[in-house]
């Protein structure tokens, strides 16, 4: 009799039992899978949030004391623009974006704004040794998943100008921040006359809450020859990888710039950090505790399967297969019911995780292909795990003390 036909008249005749223990692998991939699925989504909403906020690393002198963080550029001091070539060029994973800041006060109107000099992210791809290399090439934006919901790779306005993400920004044309808008009586079209220079405001940015709303932007190297200062910047402004930036990238920036010091926002990238770690742990808790009980499970069915099957394991070797075929056939079952507890597990998680995600996480959820091959392989060797020591436990079974059972 073929292995094949053995195994599937085990299954037919003991469907209570085998019934019991997909029963418990279904249920325990169903929840590891949409456990891990409800995480991935919301530690990537996290990140999308965080990532909203703007820049999270800033690069600035030594001499500089940061009273305010997002008001940190607005000081004399300086450092070379040559130190944004040395971070593009680098090999620094978590570096997203970019903004080399040169920042002055300027009088109009009988009123004192801040002039800020960036760099368009039309300037990075422009040159071609920065092209090939650099942070362009990379993986953008901290927690975007292609095609997951909520990902949107246009950052949003309110955000524009703390994240600096703006793609082409002429040598003669400005941005202008909501108070400058206000009370210049400026608007996308007019003209702004700044430090001798004829400045076109190409568009009025939404009020921030912000000291943006009283800043003018400029082209970085525009404002540079306004201000007869040269090559150099106040500050550096990066939207970095919270993961990254857990790994170590301000310490790495630190060692590239030694000239510089590199400064965080702890307190929001510590919150993203504890977060998702927390949830990384449950989900690893989740996964032990259900690999545990999902072993046991099979483990125990198996023993039972082998003393109930003892006679018929004996006779089997009486009439001489061997141990290897004994155990295939165990191994065999375990591999079948691993399997379609699998699949059956994955597709009952995923179910769970797209209807319970937007009520337990209030997060859109979408189902993650990945996560099928994740889960055949816990289901599968679990399964299989399970079912060894009992198999091992059947070949060891001497056919003549089986028999002479009644």
């Not at 590891?32 to 530690?43: A, G, L, M, W």
């Not at 630190?254 to 990384?280: C, F, G, K, Y």
Request: aromatic letters at 4%.
């Amino acid at each position: 009799m073929r292995l094949g036909t053995l195994v599937r008249r085990e299954l037919l005749e003991r469907r209570t039992q085998v019934a019991t223990s997909f029963l418990a692998i279904l249920l325990g991939i169903a929840v590891i899978v949409s456990v891990k699925n409800i995480t991935f989504y919301s530690e990537k909403a996290v990140a999308r949030e965080m990532d909203a906020l703007g820049a999270n690393v800033l690069v600035l002198p030594k001499s500089v004391t940061v009273q305010d963080y997002y008001s940190a550029d607005m000081q004399e001091a300086e450092i070379p623009e040559e130190y944004v070539t040395r971070l593009v060029m680098s090999d620094l994973e978590g570096l997203d974006n970019l903004s080399p800041k040169l920042s002055v006060p300027v009088s109009l109107g009988g009123r004192t704004f801040t002039l800020t000099g960036i760099l368009p992210k039309q300037e990075f791809q422009a040159k071609a040794m920065w092209a090939g290399a650099g942070i362009f090439s990379r993986p953008q934006g901290c927690g975007t998943v292609p095609g997951a919901p909520g990902a949107d790779d246009t950052p949003p306005q309110e955000s524009l100008v703390r994240r600096r993400v703006i793609d082409d920004l002429g040598p003669a044309e400005s941005l202008v921040g909501a108070d400058v808008a206000a009370l210049l009586g400026v608007e996308a079209g007019s003209e702004l006359v700044v430090l001798d220079r004829t400045l076109s405001v190409i568009a009025v940015l939404p009020r921030t809450g912000t000291v943006d709303d009283s800043r003018i932007f400029a082209h970085l190297h525009t404002v540079q020859d306004m201000t007869g200062r040269g090559a150099v910047i106040n500050a550096i402004e990066i939207v970095g990888c919270c993961l990254e930036i857990s790994q170590g990238l301000v310490e790495k920036v630190n060692r590239l710039l030694p000239e510089a010091q590199v400064l965080t926002v702890a307190q929001i990238v510590d919150t993203q950090i504890r977060m998702n770690e927390i949830m990384s742990r449950f989900s690893a808790l989740i996964v032990a505790v259900i690999a545990i009980v999902g072993g046991v499970s099979i483990a125990n069915y198996m023993f039972a399967n082998v003393y109930e099957r003892r006679r018929e394991i004996g006779t089997l070797m009486a009439l001489g297969a061997g141990r290897s075929a004994v155990m295939g056939v165990f191994l065999l079952k375990a591999l079948l019911l691993g399997l379609v507890g699998g699949v059956g597990g994955y597709v009952l998680g995923t179910g769970l995780a797209v209807l319970l995600g937007p009520k337990l996480a209030r997060i859109p959820v979408l189902p993650m292909p990945s996560l099928a091959l994740w889960a055949l392989g816990i289901s599968v060797g679990i399964s299989l795990v399970g079912s060894y020591f009992p198999a091992m436990r059947a070949t060891r079974l001497d056919p003549s003390d089986a028999l002479r059972e009644v």
